[in-house]
């Protein structure tokens, strides 16, 4: 028997002394290879580029229906009134550009590239952790809530008549 307790002892002492590795934080999604995929300027690619096929065809219909606009707006003739300001034009490009990058990045392909494409990696990032805490936090204050409640016993309507009794 004593020497099983010291073998136990010997054991916990190894495994705190040498304790356990951590997972070391991996690369966010998306990965670095699908990020140089992005052009630029989604509003210079021509018809044939590659990286069309990662978006839905309604959005290549988008873009360049957009190209056509701004082409056309930018060949109205000196005197007359473009449809877009120079401002538009940037806006609309500008958010364009952000509606592709995020199609693109959240496309099957680029998906399926990775086994699990929520997690960034195998620890719980420091919000996720503090939403936790505060989130079992509350439960205990509301628990602690109820047992004070019911210590002074105020958790229940009283058994008591509300109407005064009088013997006659």
């Not at 000196?78 to 940037?90: N, Q, S």
């Not at 936090?137 to 210590?151: L, S, Y």
Request: hydrophobic fraction near 35%; glycine fraction near 2%.
């Amino acid at each position: 028997m004593p020497h099983r307790f010291i073998i136990l002892c010997g054991l916990l002492t190894c495994s705190m002394l040498l304790g356990c590795p951590s997972p070391q934080q991996s690369s966010s999604y998306p990965l670095e290879a699908d990020k140089k995929l992005l052009p630029a300027d989604w509003m210079e690619l021509s018809i044939t580029d590659d990286r069309l096929k990662y978006l839905t065809p309604t959005t290549v219909e988008l873009l360049f229906d957009l190209k056509n606009e701004i082409a056309q707006s930018r060949a109205t003739p000196l005197g007359a009134k473009p449809p877009m300001t120079e401002a538009l034009i940037d806006q609309r490009s500008r958010d364009m550009n952000e509606l592709c990058n995020n199609e693109m990045l959240t496309s099957n392909e680029i998906l399926a590239k990775s086994m699990a494409p929520e997690m960034y990696n195998t620890m719980k990032t420091n919000p996720e952790l503090y939403l936790q805490n505060k989130s079992n936090e509350q439960q205990n204050m509301r628990g602690v809530v109820d047992d004070w409640n019911r210590w002074w016993l105020i958790d229940e309507p009283s058994p008591l008549s509300p109407y005064p009794i009088v013997s006659p």
